[in-house]
């Protein structure tokens, strides 16, 4: 292209309009030795340019830079991801897209992250790496154009959330408190129940100078059989939570809790006991007659409520004992206690002890006749509950 080369710059002739006041046509009187190249759809972007990048017509030039610089057959995104509160959310991860450079599509500071796609038609998902934040699933965008936007807006997970791992965990920007409930691993069984993990809460915790909170979920104890008499089944693992300093270092223990005990197996009926905890575990008992005859009881029910609010409900609960010649299963104790495991009347079959659930449920106890000694096993793993405020 050519500058317009003036002799005199910027010269023009007004010409009245007949009949219409303070209106005038504008003529150049610059006397150009040079025209330059005029601006119009021919100089800038012709039609047959269009054709050969895939763009429309009706495209300007900075189409046609961008086409050019996603590559020939390549659709454009920009998506902008955003806070409930409209605020841009930077750092967040593109699933279904990668950036122009083919690495990870990481949205900036402004929440906008660019991405590439050889289809009109994409799913795109957003990872998140905060705790209180969802990742975010399918969401489906056309592609309108060179270089299409959609914006997403994130949801805060449901409250109180269970982290059920160990490891590294960090809250948004948006966080303010939190509340922390800690639950231990449950207790292994024999015959009789393992207690249930026990749990401790820390309340409005000021989201000051962490950076993240380092986890350690308690493991559930192992049971013990009745080869393995005069023996304790294992005692749930401790569950711990450390604060993450902004140097990223492991700093203070802000909460923990022990795990619930586990069952003993003794000499006899009587020596049985079961593991203690957040809901006892359940006794073996009953002989009568010289006959052996095994009674099962169930496992006592957690006592501490999550957050102390009875509304969120109880954690922990101790795992029923086993029993012989009954028909049905004595229970777990609420509300993640392993129910115990039986012998069904008249067919000497066995049936397994129940299973605990997470967090924190004591193991329920198994029930040995003849040749069949079924081992006692192992309580739930503890875990975190997570309640944050923005």
């Avoid at 289809?119 to 270089?147: F, K």
């Avoid at 000021?206 to 008499?229: C, H, K, M, P, V």
């Avoid at 022990?258 to 359940?282: E, F, L, M, Y």
């Avoid at 299973?355 to 069949?372: D, Q, R, S, W």
Wanted: with cysteine; proline share 6%; charged share 10%.
């Amino acid at each position: 292209m050519e500058n317009r080369q003036p002799t005199y710059p910027g010269r023009v002739i007004l010409t009245p309009v007949p009949g219409t006041a303070n209106t005038y046509d504008i003529t150049r009187a610059d006397e150009p030795t040079v025209d330059g190249t005029p601006l119009n759809k021919e100089t800038l972007l012709q039609d047959t340019t269009c054709a050969i990048l895939g763009i429309p017509n009706t495209s300007v030039p900075n189409d046609a830079f961008v086409k050019l610089a996603l590559g020939i057959g390549k659709y454009g995104y920009v998506i902008h991801v955003q806070y409930q509160d409209g605020s841009p959310a930077e750092g967040y991860i593109l699933t279904g897209l990668n950036a122009p450079d083919g690495t990870e599509a990481v949205t900036n500071s402004n929440g906008d992250a660019v991405g590439v796609s050889t289809e009109q038609s994409v799913t795109i998902g957003v990872s998140s790496p905060y705790v209180d934040i969802q990742d975010v699933g399918a969401v489906l965008v056309q592609s309108t154009g060179v270089l299409t936007t959609e914006t997403i807006t994130l949801q805060h997970n449901q409250f109180p959330y269970l982290i059920s791992q160990s490891g590294n965990y960090y809250f948004s920007p948006k966080v303010k408190s939190f509340d922390l409930c800690a639950v231990g691993g449950g207790g292994g069984s024999s015959y009789a129940g393992g207690g249930g993990g026990y749990a401790t809460n820390l309340l409005d915790i000021q989201n000051e100078n962490i950076n993240g909170l380092n986890i350690a979920i308690g493991a559930g104890g192992n049971g013990t059989s009745r080869n393995d008499i005069d023996s304790t089944a294992g005692t749930g693992g401790s569950t711990a939570v450390k604060r993450i300093n902004q140097t990223g270092d492991i700093g203070e223990t802000l909460i923990s809790s022990d795990g619930g005990g586990g069952a003993h197996s003794g000499t006899s009926v009587t020596s049985h006991t079961p593991g203690t905890g957040n809901g006892n575990g359940g006794a073996i008992f009953g002989s009568s007659g010289g006959t052996a005859y095994y009674k099962g009881s169930p496992g006592g029910d957690g006592t501490t409520y999550i957050f102390d609010e009875p509304d969120l409900g109880l954690t922990g609960g101790g795992g029923a004992s086993g029993a012989q010649t009954v028909a049905t299963p004595a229970k777990g104790g609420s509300p993640n206690g392993a129910a115990g495991g039986y012998y069904t009347i008249g067919t000497n079959t066995y049936n397994q002890p129940g299973t605990p659930i997470v967090p924190g449920g004591g193991a329920g106890g198994g029930m040995a006749l003849g040749n069949l000694n079924p081992p006692g096993t192992k309580g739930a793993s503890g875990g975190v509950y997570i309640r944050c405020h923005y």
